[in-house]
């Protein structure tokens, strides 16, 4: 399961509290993205990134903020402004060549009490 | 935006029969239309994807067809086996050098011995 990493793969945080999830990839790939699962509703972007020091906001991206400081790595911060982060958190990433398929990583499950 | 339906939601076959999956999508300019299968509890994996300029494309017993016209595609697989058992999920993008794939709700595939 190389590749791409994500941890933990359970996290428990107290409402209020910012949490950040960890991505790592070691598949030189330049494009990154967050995606959020919910029961019956799919995956959600939440953030994408091109390139080191760029991202831009997906589909759901109110409460969230990213960082893409080094080309391997897409740390997810959820802030206490989301109002419902309880969630299982996909990161994925993509080869800027001509293959077309997103990479997953393994995921997190957040839950906020 | 580009919005995706899937259906059905959840399949339940006998282990042998073929199983369908279809998606519609609404912006006409989509032409890359993958498909993920998430085992409980795993990370997302591409099993077949389609590009706009082909009708359809097969993969041992799995098949993708697409209907530009009608803007509908469709996941084939014959000779179910339990192993099947998964969530598929459809996506949807236009290939604008940045690929924002938009995920349909997924359908729960139960093959049953």
């Known amino acids: 399961d190389g590749g791409i990493t994500q941890s933990p793969k359970y996290l428990f945080r107290k409402e209020g509290q910012n949490v950040t999830l960890s991505c790592e990839q070691n598949?030189?790939?330049?494009?990154m993205y967050w995606y959020r699962q919910d029961p019956g509703q799919g995956l959600r972007l939440i953030y994408y990134?091109?390139?080191?020091?760029?991202?831009q906001k997906g589909d759901i991206a109110e409460g969230y903020s990213v960082s893409r400081e080094k080309k391997e790595s897409f740390p997810l911060t959820v802030t206490s402004a989301q109002k419902n982060p309880t969630a299982f958190y996909l990161c994925?990433?993509?080869?800027?060549?001509?293959?077309?398929?997103?990479?997953f990583g393994p995921g997190t499950r957040l839950t906020v009490t | 935006g580009e919005n995706v339906e899937q259906h059905p939601s959840t399949l339940s076959v006998q282990e042998g029969d073929s199983a369908v999956i279809k998606c519609t999508y609404s912006?006409?300019?989509?032409?890359?239309f993958p498909w993920y299968k998430q085992e409980l509890g795993k990370r997302p994996q591409l099993i077949i994807d389609i590009r706009s300029n082909v009708g359809e494309k097969k993969d041992q017993r799995i098949a993708v067809t697409l209907n530009k016209t009608a803007k509908h595609f469709s996941l084939h697989i014959t000779e179910t086996q339990p192993e099947d058992s998964a969530v598929y999920f459809c996506?949807?993008?236009?290939?604008?050098?940045?690929?924002?794939?938009?995920f349909g709700t997924g359908t729960r595939l139960l093959v049953s011995p």
């Open positions: 912006d006409s300019a989509s032409n890359y």
């Open positions: 996506a949807a993008s236009r290939d604008t050098g940045f690929q924002k794939l938009v």
């Open positions: 994925a990433s993509r080869t800027s060549g001509s293959s077309y398929e997103q990479y």
């Open positions: 990134s091109q390139i080191v020091n760029d991202f």
């Open positions: 598949l030189n790939h330049d494009a």
